[in-house]
């Protein structure tokens, strides 16, 4: 079994940046994906960023040239680095990992874009 735990949601102004975390920990034989996917209220789960496990990363047409997904720590963790963010963008971010095959979720982080 693998959880993974997402931080670094919060309040930020538009045009300010925030940038969330996921570590994977538990049964790891082998992430071969991992990625970032929101929800607002009222809406239906959508792809923000995923990455595989050789490298190529796919971004939601809303945050090309905005958002950049990272990959560290023998690909445990991810980051995803969001910028000019804009109120439409306020939503639940949720980190998911696929493992043997196996996907799974995480709780989830606030993000709220305001003045």
């Known amino acids: 079994q693998v959880q993974l735990v997402e931080t670094g949601g919060g309040l930020v102004q538009p045009g300010g940046s925030l940038r969330l975390s996921c570590a994977a920990s538990?049964?790891?034989?082998?992430?071969?994906?991992m990625g970032w996917y929101r929800q607002a209220p009222g809406k239906q789960r959508e792809l923000v960023a995923t990455?595989?496990?050789?490298?190529?990363?796919i971004y939601g047409d809303s945050v090309k040239g905005r958002f950049t997904i990272s990959r560290v720590n023998a690909k445990n963790m991810v980051h995803l680095q969001m910028n000019s963010l804009k109120p439409e963008d306020t939503a639940v971010y949720y980190c998911k990992a696929i493992n043997r095959g196996d996907g799974y979720w995480g709780q989830g982080t606030q993000v709220t874009v305001a003045s």
């Open positions: 538990g049964s790891i034989f082998g992430i071969i994906f």
């Open positions: 990455s595989t496990g050789s490298g190529t990363t």
